[in-house]
C-alpha cells in the first residue's frame, strides 16, 4: 500500500466520522403529509387501522388491491356486503358497477372530502369549508353515542356537507366555536339510499389516520363502522407503489446510511479517476497498414503492357475468371465444354453466344503457343466483365 492510497484512506475516515457525528442525535424530520397509505406508519398514515382492520370488521374483510371494475368481473355474482373506501377516487367504470351493488342490497362505507360529480350528481349533496378553526369535535347525532365524539386538533380538512336532500339521513356533525364562543354545526357524516342498500359518507377521513387512532380515548371509530351490517366487507385499497426488493432498501430507508452509502460511491469514483490520472501511460499512435494490393496489381499490368505479353496478360485474366466462376457460381471448370457453357448461361442469364466466344478467347489464352493480339485481349476482357457484371 503506497503512500498516496493511505492519505486518501485517512481523509475518506475523516470525513465518514465528521459526517457520522452530524447524524448522531438527529432527528429526523416528522411526516405530516395526508398520504392514507396502509404501508406507511407516518402520523396520518393507515398503518394502525389496516392492523386493526380485521377485528374491526368482525374478521369478515377481504382487502383489494385492483379497481372494483377488475374485482366484479370476476365476482359478478356476489352477494350483498359491505364496500369500504378511504379517500379514494374511481373511474367511471368503477363507479358505475358500485352502484350496481348497491341497489342489490350492499352498503358503501366512504371516508373522502372530495367534492366530485359522481357524489353531487348521483347522491345529491356537496362538500363545502364550513369554518377556519384549528381544532373541532367530532360528534353523532345520535344521543346513545353522544360520549363518542373525537376531538380533531391536526390539520383539520373544516370540511361538511352542503345541499343536503331532504331523504338523506344526517349521522354526525362537527361542532364549531366562533371567535364570540357561540357553537354551531355542521353535518361531516351522512346516509343516503340507493335501491336496496346505502352510502355511508364520511367527511373527515383523517380519523382512520394513525395519529387520531392512537389519540382516540372513545369509541369513534367503532361507532362510524357500526353503522355498517355485520357482514364481509370489501376494502379497496389504494394501488401504492409495490415494496422495492433491492437488497439496498434498507439503506435507502434509512437517511443517515443513504448519505453515507452516497458519499462513500463519490469517494470511491473521486480516488479511482485521480490514481487512474497519475498512473495511466500515454498510449502511442500507431499507422494502420496501408493496403498496397491496388498499387502492385497496376505495376504488375504496367509492366505486362510496357513488355507486350499479350498472350500472358490474357491467360492471367483467363485464370482469375474460371477463379471466380468456381468460387461464386459454384461451376466446375476443368472441361470448358458445352455443359459448362449451359451451366454458366442458366447461372448468370447472359447470352449464350456471348459466352461461346468467351469460352473460345479463353482457350486460346490457356493455349501456350497460341499467337495472341492486342484487340483480342481487349474483346476477351469486354466478354468476361459482362458475364459476371
Do not use: C
Not at 475523516?14 to 457525528?21: C, P
Not at 438527529?26 to 380485521?54: C, H, M
Amino acid at each position: 500500500m503506497n503512500k498516496t492510497f493511505k492519505i486518501y484512506a485517512i481523509v475518506f475516515i475523516i470525513i465518514l466520522i465528521v459526517v457520522a457525528m452530524f447524524g448522531i442525535g438527529k432527528k429526523p424530520a416528522l411526516d405530516w403529509r395526508k398520504n392514507f397509505d396502509v404501508d406507511k406508519k407516518t402520523p396520518f398514515g393507515l398503518y394502525i387501522f389496516d392492523q386493526e382492520s380485521s377485528g374491526l370488521f368482525h374478521r369478515k374483510l377481504e382487502k383489494v388491491r385492483v379497481s372494483p371494475y377488475s374485482y366484479y368481473q370476476k365476482n359478478n355474482q356476489k352477494k350483498p356486503h359491505n364496500i369500504l373506501i378511504i379517500q379514494k377516487k374511481l373511474d367511471d367504470v368503477s363507479w358505475q358497477y358500485i352502484l350496481d351493488q348497491v341497489s342489490k342490497g350492499s352498503d358503501v362505507m366512504w371516508f373522502t372530502n372530495d367534492t366530485t360529480a359522481k357524489l353531487r350528481d348521483t347522491l345529491g349533496f356537496r362538500f363545502k369549508t364550513v369554518g377556519h378553526e384549528k381544532n373541532y369535535y367530532l360528534q353523532f347525532t345520535d344521543k346513545k353515542l353522544s360520549d363518542n365524539r373525537l376531538f380533531i386538533d391536526k390539520f383539520p380538512e373544516n370540511q361538511g356537507f352542503s345541499y343536503i336532500r331532504n331523504d338523506i339521513e344526517i349521522l354526525g356533525k362537527t361542532l364549531h366555536k366562533d371567535k364570540s364562543n357561540e357553537t354551531s354545526f355542521s353535518a361531516d357524516f351522512v346516509k343516503v339510499n340507493f335501491g336496496k342498500g346505502h352510502f355511508y359518507i364520511h367527511s373527515e377521513p383523517l380519523v382512520l389516520t394513525n395519529y387520531y387512532i392512537l389519540n382516540s380515548k372513545n369509541k369513534y371509530i367503532e361507532s362510524v363502522l357500526s353503522y355498517l351490517p355485520k357482514r364481509e366487507t370489501v376494502w379497496f385499497i389504494e394501488n401504492d407503489t409495490p415494496l422495492s426488493m433491492s437488497p439496498l432498501r434498507f439503506i435507502h430507508s434509512n437517511p443517515p446510511l443513504k448519505y453515507a452509502w452516497y458519499l462513500l460511491l463519490f469517494g470511491l469514483i473521486i480516488f479511482v479517476i485521480f490514481n487512474a490520472k497519475r498512473k495511466q501511460r500515454i498510449v502511442p499512435i500507431i499507422e494502420p497498414l496501408k493496403n498496397t494490393s491496388v498499387e502492385f496489381i497496376r505495376s504488375i499490368g504496367n509492366l505486362y503492357l510496357q513488355e507486350g505479353d499479350f498472350h500472358e496478360m490474357m491467360a492471367k485474366k483467363a485464370q482469375y475468371f474460371l477463379n471466380r466462376v468456381r468460387m461464386d457460381l459454384l461451376i466446375d471448370t476443368h472441361d470448358l465444354d458445352a455443359q459448362f457453357i449451359n451451366k454458366l448461361h442458366l447461372k448468370t442469364g447472359k447470352n449464350i453466344e456471348l459466352i461461346e466466344e468467351a469460352v473460345k478467347l479463353i482457350k486460346k489464352g490457356q493455349d501456350p503457343y497460341a499467337s495472341v493480339m492486342k484487340e483480342e485481349l481487349i474483346r476477351m476482357n469486354q466478354l468476361l466483365d459482362k458475364i459476371l457484371k
